[in-house]
């Protein structure tokens, strides 16, 4: 990716929204690239952050290990995303580990950096409030989710957030372009591979989705928003906990 895509990929970010093409460009030419193969690790949890990183290509995913040893995929991040954003801004520990699903590329400041920019730029730090307020209600969202919802509207719910970054659809059917496992999707829903694994069979059965090794493909997206907005009437919550 050349300097100009950099700069024209910044200026569509939330966390840049308000700055002049001047101020990005200079942005831009003080970050470091980094090259990030499939399953390595940008920063893993309890890490203390030296850079803020912005994901330019590819696709990250954000993961969080319980002292039990459960696992819990916080989210899939996209071009355009500030990966460990709360841990850079608020100078804490790592509390997940972000690692590349297929090859990508960041782009990194160093912290010291960011409180310079901060400085200059009020709206950068808007902006970054403003990030880090979306991640924390997102979160709760989450947590709410986990306690009160039955399982299998969480599994629809994981697979409708995933859509937003899926290719353009084919007719009414849209394939999530990116590795995705079945243990993913599962530690996505808070649940097990194997209720993961029921359930989706059951969903082949209906013509909802479509799975395979690491792929997934929403053959019928509004039966799942019916899923998972509790107004489907065929499946019961009982039988998939």
Known sequence: ????????????????AGLGTEVIEAIAAAATPL????SQALFRQG???????????????VAHTAGNGTALTIRFMEPGEVPGCVAAFRRISYPATATAVVDSRVLSWPIARWAELMEQHPS???NALEMVGGRTEEMLLRLREFTTEPVERRIARALLRLLSQAGPPVGDTVELGFPLSRQDIAEMAGTT?????RTLSEWERRGLVSSGRQRVVILNPKGLEKIGAGRDASQSSENLR
Not at 48 to 60: C, T, V
């Open 47 to 61: 890490g203390e952050p030296a850079n803020l990183h912005l994901l330019a290509q590819g696709r990250l995913k």
């Open 1 to 16: 990716m050349s300097r100009r895509n950099d700069v024209d990929l910044l200026g569509r970010t939330q966390l840049f």
């Open 193 to 197: 591979l194997h209720t993961v694994s």
């Open 35 to 38: 090259q990030i193969r499939a």
């Open 124 to 126: 950068v730090t808007a």
